[in-house]
DNA sequence: TTTCACTTTAGAATTATTATAAACTAGAAT
DNA sequence: ATTCTAGTTTATAATAATTCTAAAGTGAAA
């Protein structure tokens, strides 16, 4: 994705195109393969990458920010920090516990056969498949 | 389960019977559901229901000892708080981000027709399906 | 250029969990 | 029964991730 892009990115959904701003996205966005990360780990990244450094409150507010105008997903893995992904369409995970690496598995490579129906009163927002690793 | 065996299955996986293990674990096991909580709510319940308060590290230190000994299954969730869970055998949940509610699924009720294979090196460990639910 | 709602920031506060170390206890050995 | 000891419980401190706060900064509309 290229930088006249994540401007209307931003601008789009409602986000004031700031030099944070920008930086985080273009450090997120301008790339082929989708992106998995914790907010330390970006803000890591980003530290060592970066001229001007960014406040690790900025990066939970953008990351959050993100999120909510779905531009990244929130990813469900056990233990005490969250995982975001730059691939925001309907897919699922390898969760290798070992490393605490995630790895995407497209929608397409797993079909589910036999599924229940939703307890009385509620509706199915959406399946999510975790396939947890060992060596 | 009965107290006997409540008492048996603490000595057969090396936990001494203590006062207090055998107040959780009967609090936990002796029912027909199945059972879903935090540390918190576990904590807020036993209480409420008992006599002699029981330490909120010792509610710790007891899960996490259940959980080792095979009696209790953690749940990933997105979110902050661990759950735990009394059924031990292999299922899936419905999960209700409104009331933060766990519902069990049998594990016949999910077919799952195709799969992909683990990334070279790794096995698959178990798969874990989770139903997200809206209104 | 002025203005102002939105944004960034440093640091404090909060929340879940783990670590520490002293007091306690189940059960084996005497 | 009494003593002993490793395992356990406890209160509290420490840690770690995240959110809150409120003051200072800034994009962009007028």
Redesign the interface.
């Known amino acids: 994705m290229k930088k006249i892009d994540i401007l209307k990115k931003l601008r789009t959904s409602g986000l004031r195109p700031t030099k944070q701003r920008v930086e985080i996205a273009r450090f997120l966005f301008e790339r082929e393969k989708t992106f998995h990360f914790t907010v330390e780990s970006l803000n890591k990244l980003l530290a060592k990458k970066t001229t001007a450094k960014i406040s690790l409150a900025t990066i939970y507010n953008t990351v959050h920010s993100f999120k909510t105008a779905g531009h990244l997903s929130?990813?469900?893995?056990?233990g005490n920090k969250?995982y975001f992904d730059t691939n925001v369409s309907n897919h699922h995970h390898?969760y290798?516990s070992e490393t605490s690496e995630l790895?995407d598995?497209d929608a397409n490579?797993?079909?589910?056969?036999?599924?229940?129906k939703?307890?009385n009163?509620?509706?199915?927002?959406?399946?999510?498949?975790?396939?947890?690793?060992?060596?």
């Open positions: 929130e990813v469900e893995v056990r969250s390898f290798d790895i598995i490579d797993i079909v589910i056969q036999k599924i229940p939703a307890p009163g509620k509706k199915i927002k959406n399946v999510e498949v975790f396939i947890n690793l060992k060596n």
